[in-house]
Nanobody, 123 residues
Framework: QVQLVESGGGLVQAGGSLRLSCAASGRTFSSVAMGWFRQAPGKAREFVAAISGSGDSTAYADSVKGRFTISRDNANTVLLQMNSLKPEDTAVYYC?????????????????WGQGTQVTVSS
């Protein structure tokens, strides 16, 4: 059974940093694209960042470009370094993986999802 488990969320002041980690198990994820999405209360889940199976391609939402960095720590772990956090970054952050190595930025292209980790940025 495929499992994605996020960690690293928490409460931070505006301007601070957090690093989210997504640990995958149940199969080898070294060749699949993985992404991070977030969902704020009352809003739809939105794309944040994604990385290709090889790790040589990344994509970011305009709202996080220059502040967030996605990377692969090893075959089954993906990281999201979040710097210069803003109150509008407050949301539940979800890790996702898809059965393919190409990046997509929409939720319907991803096959596996974690339970999410809360990120709260205070002003």
């Amino acid at each position: 059974q495929v499992q994605l488990v996020e960690s690293g969320g928490g409460l931070v002041q505006a301007g601070g940093s957090l690093r989210l980690s997504c640990a995958a198990s149940g199969r080898t994820f070294s060749s699949v694209a993985m992404g991070w999405f977030r969902q704020a209360p009352g809003k739809a889940r939105e794309f944040v960042a994604a990385i290709s199976g090889s790790g040589d391609s990344t994509a970011y939402a305009d709202s996080v470009k220059g502040r967030f960095t996605i990377s692969r720590d090893n075959a089954n772990t993906v990281l999201l370094q979040m710097n210069s956090l803003k109150p509008e970054d407050t949301a539940v952050y979800y890790c996702a993986a898809r059965r393919g190595f190409v990046i997509f930025t929409t939720t319907d292209k991803y096959d596996y999802w974690g339970q999410g980790t809360q990120v709260t940025v205070s002003s």
